[in-house]
């Protein structure tokens, strides 16, 4: 791969989309298909506006300089908003993808058009623009105007301007109306306008988190919402009337003042549903939630309670029982745990705890797993201490004995940990010492 022969670095918070188009225009390509195939690979990457695929080829071409596959993706595009509500096993399967080229793009993978809320305009702030043009030469697209949600400037507090393009190329915010494509300025009252500074404040921080225990947050929710009265602490909660609490809060008559993307959600019909966990990897729903409940905290309250919430005392669940366990996963009681694991199935266990074992199974399955899972994972512990013991007996009965003995005559403690532990069983293999040379390499 040639060298790029001038590199800039990142200006701010700029985003990926930014920086390419200030490359762009500073090395004087003439096409926007020239500059998508030096930097990505492919012609065609300027049409994906928020993170091309081909991400690999531009680590590569810009030599690891302006960061990693993963660093970008969650720093410097509206991906990174999504990234913290996925689900760790979708986390380490996108992760896999890092070095791929091909398939569909990083948008569709994260989910984002599912939420409806893929990134489709360029929004840019007057202001940031006369200051960037004044501090480096050069205005730029902020990722803080870009993520969903993001309708308010952070640092002048004015409606952002959207940007419709009409073509696809790379272009930085205008600095005159002559720009390719049309824009359009939101007007709101004050008052809107700082709850909403408050849902983009939220959006914000969240970009770069690794992860955020939802758990924690809908329990948080839920005792909010019965506390206040909102919800009742009997079963079951009445999605419509959290819906007619939603549609009722000064969020909800902003973002319909607004006319902005999420204006479709003020009719509030999703809370019950998300609280459900059935849209659970939604940011939007849990971003716009978390600030109607609390609409008196400051900025940092409101930030530091969603990112690092904390464990109410008692959780309960949306039925409105209390839960025998929350995060992290099987934090039972050690009597109820001892209990449950005494039985050989979950039938026996719940006619012992006095439920029914749907109550049970339903539990289990809140916590995202079934019930053999349960007890492999609750066991594993056990199972793991008892196969490396079995192994230590037989060598400890048997001394000099070789390794292939051990895998012969404990073939079911040797299976186990080859499956569930292999670095245990490989070190405790090590300590027998080699019976039979190695076989010397062959010379030509």
């Not at 500059?35 to 993170?51: K, N, P």
């Not at 849990?286 to 109607?292: G, K, V």
Request: charged letters at 25%.
């Amino acid at each position: 791969m040639s060298p790029i022969a001038f590199l800039p670095g990142w200006q701010g918070d700029e985003s990926l989309y930014s920086w390419c188009a200030r490359f762009h225009q500073v090395c004087g390509n003439g096409s926007a298909r020239r500059t998508s195939s030096v930097l990505f690979g492919g012609e065609h990457a300027v049409r994906e506006r928020d993170a091309p695929m081909q991400l690999r080829h531009f680590v590569d071409a810009t030599h690891g300089a302006l960061g990693s596959v993963e660093s970008i993706l969650r720093t410097r595009t509206a991906t990174g908003l999504y990234w913290p509500f996925l689900h760790p096993r979708r986390r380490e399967q996108i992760r896999r993808y890092f070095d791929s080229t091909a398939g569909s793009g990083w948008v569709t993978r994260i989910g984002m058009p599912a939420s409806a809320l893929a990134v489709r305009e360029l929004r840019y702030c007057n202001e940031c623009v006369v200051e960037d043009v004044s501090r480096i030469g050069i205005p730029r697209w902020r990722l803080a105007h870009q993520i969903s949600c993001a309708h308010v400037c952070l640092d002048h507090e004015n409606p952002l301007r959207t940007l419709k393009l009409r073509a696809s190329t790379w272009l930085l915010p205008p600095e005159a109306k002559a720009a390719i494509g049309r824009t359009e300025e939101a007007t709101w009252s004050p008052a809107a306008g700082r709850i909403l500074q408050r849902l983009a404040h939220l959006a914000w921080k969240c970009i770069g988190v690794e992860a955020i225990e939802l758990d924690l947050v809908r329990a948080a929710v839920l005792h909010r919402l019965r506390e206040d009265g909102i919800a009742s602490w009997q079963f079951p909660v009445d999605g419509v009337r959290l819906a007619r609490w939603f549609r009722g809060t000064d969020l909800a008559s902003a973002i319909r003042e607004a006319h902005s993307s999420p204006a479709r959600l003020a009719d509030g019909l999703w809370v019950h549903a998300l609280l459900r966990r059935r849209r659970e990897e939604h940011p939007v729903l849990w971003l716009m939630l978390w600030c109607a409940i609390h609409p008196e905290y400051s900025l940092d309250a409101l930030t530091s309670g969603f990112l690092a919430p904390a464990a109410c005392p008692v959780i309960w669940d949306e039925r409105g029982q209390g839960c025998l366990w929350s995060t992290p996963r099987f934090a039972l009681p050690p009597n109820v745990m001892d209990l449950i694991l005494r039985h050989d199935s979950l039938k026996s266990a719940a006619r012992v705890l006095g439920i029914s074992i749907v109550t049970l199974r339903r539990h289990l399955e809140l916590e995202g797993c079934h019930g053999g899972e349960f007890f492999a994972e609750a066991r594993a512990s056990q199972r793991r201490h008892d196969a490396l013991e079995v192994i230590r007996q037989y060598v400890a009965q048997h001394p000099g004995c070789s390794r292939t003995a051990v895998h012969h005559d404990c073939k079911t403690a040797v299976a186990w940990l080859s499956r569930n532990s292999k670095d245990d069983l490989a070190r405790l293999l090590a300590t027998i010492p080699e019976r039979r040379p190695r076989q010397l390499d062959l010379l030509r």
